[in-house]
């Protein structure tokens, strides 16, 4: 199983971006996505995080600003982030609970992360 996000960049104070993360190979499900970011010299944390079924969870710091979405058709994760601080420049990874085939389990996998850079 494959996770490739893109769409990370260099934006100013108050831009936008939208990520996205595609999950490939030997795929049965998919249960859980969501996007984690580290900064430099911190752990990494949770920013976003959305179930099958559309449920999402945010950290405190993004609410009102990021939404997480997803295609379940192409097993794809989006996370749009407006009104951006330098506070939110990261690396930013998405995650994925997959089930590669029938009566398995559901495992966690990690794209490889896209750099998030908000400054003037």
């Known amino acids: 199983v494959q996770l490739q996000a893109y769409g990370g960049g260099l934006v100013q104070p108050g831009g936008s971006l939208r990520l996205s993360c595609a999950a490939s190979g030997g795929i049965f499900s998919i249960n859980a996505m969501g996007w984690y970011r580290q900064a430099p010299g911190k752990q990494r944390e949770l920013v976003a995080s959305i179930t099958r079924v559309t449920s999402t969870n945010y950290a405190d710091s993004v609410k009102g600003r990021f939404t997480i979405s997803r295609d379940n058709a192409k097993n794809t994760v989006y996370l749009q982030m407006n009104s951006l601080k330098p506070e939110d420049t990261a690396v930013y990874y998405c995650?994925?609970?997959?089930?590669?085939?029938?009566?398995?389990?559901?495992?966690?996998?990690w794209g490889q992360g896209t750099l998030v850079t908000v400054s003037s």
């Open positions: 995650n994925a609970e997959v089930k590669r085939y029938s009566g398995g389990y559901y495992y966690p996998y």
